[in-house]
């Protein structure tokens, strides 16, 4: 059964660093998209990030371009989020995700979803 999962969520002051990785099992998934999306409390998921299957395109949201980095490794079947000064709005639960387009930003592109990781800014 293929799945994703996502670890190195966690709590962190303003200002501090973390990096997420999603992990593949089940199949390989060098040849999908793959994105970022993140749901804070009481409000909606939103788009983060997104790359293209070998890593050369991105988008971002506008408010983490800048402090935000995603890459791949397709020899590890896993992506990351390298994410640098982090402020409390970007407290969420942090969701992987792959799918097929070049740098999908739509939720209906994605086909697989991590269980999601908890990420916690403090002021």
């Known amino acids: 059964q293929a799945q994703l999962v996502e670890s190195g969520g966690g709590s962190v002051q303003a200002g501090g660093s973390l990096r997420l990785s999603c992990t593949g099992s089940?199949?390989?998934?060098?040849?999908?998209?793959r994105g970022w999306f993140r749901q804070a409390p009481g409000k909606e998921r939103e788009f983060v990030a997104a790359?293209?299957?070998?890593?050369?395109?991105?988008e971002y949201l506008d408010s983490v371009k800048g402090r935000f980095t995603i890459s791949i490794d397709n020899a590890k079947n896993t992506a990351y989020l390298q994410m640098n000064n982090l402020q409390p709005d970007d407290t969420a639960i942090y969701y992987c995700a792959a799918g097929y387009g070049r740098t999908p930003k739509a939720s209906h592109d994605y086909y697989y979803w991590g269980p999601g990781t908890q990420v916690t800014v403090s002021s």
């Open positions: 089940g199949r390989a998934f060098s040849n999908y998209a």
């Open positions: 790359t293209n299957w070998v890593g050369q395109s991105t």
